[in-house]
């Protein structure tokens, strides 16, 4: 069965420092996994993705995450945190373009001041 | 494109009253998502469709619920009966590789 874990219901950390959002799965085969954030009151927005290639993944507001077979994870990070990152992080994964896409439990970000 | 649209945004509904949500995905994208979201489950996909095929529907809670997507354009989600547990966020998305959210809509059932 395909499943995504995502350990930490919320992650403090203070402004400027870097942050991780810990994400590993459980799949038989090769997933295409993502991160999604959601502000309150609207719907998932598309951060990053990993399909196949480098194992450091670029994405928008300056996220990156790193695939790591081995250790089936996919950690969300960036080097320096804005309050404006605090939202709802979620992983997800899927077998293929045509397959479900499933989601984890999702982990709060506080980014204080 | 303006994205995954979602009707309506906000529905307050009576217990027993059948409910209809209603979602336009992208243009082109070939798979399409309901999930439901509430505090104590979380983002949980009820049905996903490809080439508006239904193909998995084992998180449809009940038979109360029912998905129907008659053309590339368009699909609803329907309740009935509805009961005050179905009180949610529900989201439909669209995927080509990545998926694309509407922005939900909030079901109240009284």
């Known amino acids: 069965a395909q499943s995504v874990a995502q350990p930490e219901d919320q992650v403090n950390v203070a402004e400027g420092n870097p942050l991780t959002v810990k994400c590993t799965y459980s799949v038989s085969g090769n997933p295409y996994l993502f991160w999604y954030v959601q502000y309150p009151n609207r719907g998932l927005q598309f951060l990053l993705k990993?399909?196949?290639?480098?194992?450091l993944v670029k994405g928008s507001y300056g996220f990156e995450a790193e695939f790591n077979k081995s250790q089936t994870s996919f950690h969300l990070k960036k080097p320096s945190a804005l309050v404006s990152d605090s939202a709802l992080y979620f992983c997800?994964?899927?077998?293929?373009?045509?397959?479900?896409?499933?989601f984890g439990s999702g982990t709060r970000l506080l980014v204080r001041p | 494109d303006a994205g995954v649209i979602q009707s309506p945004r906000h529905e307050v509904t009576e217990m027993g009253q059948e409910v209809t949500l209603r979602c336009k995905p992208i243009s082109g994208h070939n798979s399409l998502f309901w999930y439901r979201q509430t505090m104590m489950r979380g983002l949980e996909l009820l049905i996903y469709f490809n080439n508006n095929v239904p193909i998995d529907d084992s998180g449809m809670p009940e038979d109360r619920f029912s998905a129907k997507m008659p053309n590339a354009s368009f699909s609803t989600l329907k309740i009935q009966p509805s009961e005050p547990r179905d009180s949610a966020v529900y989201f439909c998305?669209?995927?080509?590789?990545?998926?694309?959210f509407g922005q939900g809509t909030r079901l109240t059932v009284v």
């Open positions: 990993y399909i196949t290639g480098d194992n």
């Open positions: 997800a994964l899927s077998m293929g373009s045509s397959y479900k896409l499933i």
């Open positions: 998305a669209s995927r080509e590789e990545v998926a694309f």
